[in-house]
Nanobody, 124 residues
Framework: QVQLVESGGGLVQPGGSLRLSCLAS????????MGWFRQAPGKEREFVGLVSRGGGTTYYSDSVKGRFIISRDYAKNTVYLQMNSLKPEDTAVYYCAASLQFGVTGSPAEFGSWGQGTQVTVSP
């Protein structure tokens, strides 16, 4: 079992930055890919980005590419989502997820463990 806890959400103005953290505990040795997803009210859960074991490979959705950066600190069992140049359309609950699979494409079904989510609101 893997437990994930997100933190760092909050209210930020458009153009601002925010960094989310995801602390993993439990059977973390089996995790290959860590991902971030988000869900806005009335919408389906949306893929944001992912990072592979060792942090060597990252992949982002087109909507956040160039603005968001995912990093992974193995020593701290933590994954970060640095969000820059935030827009009101980035407002959502952000979820951290873990997958034991290699070569995931970003489908939520590929991730077996999820955090409880943290709210990010981008508003003047």
């Amino acid at each position: 079992q893997v437990q994930l806890v997100e933190s760092g959400g909050g209210l930020v103005q458009p153009g601002g930055s925010l960094r989310l953290s995801c602390l993993a505990s439990g059977r973390t040795f089996g995790i290959y890919t860590m991902g971030w997803f988000r869900q806005a009210p009335g919408k389906e859960r949306e893929f944001v980005g992912l990072v592979s074991r060792g942090g060597g490979t990252t992949y982002y959705s087109d909507s956040v590419k160039g603005r968001f950066i995912i990093s992974r600190d193995y020593a701290k069992n933590t994954v970060y989502l640095q969000m820059n140049s935030l827009k009101p359309e980035d407002t959502a609950v952000y979820y951290c997820a873990a997958s034991l699979q290699f070569g995931v494409t970003g489908s939520p079904a590929e991730f077996g463990s999820w955090g409880q989510g943290t709210q990010v609101t981008v508003s003047p």
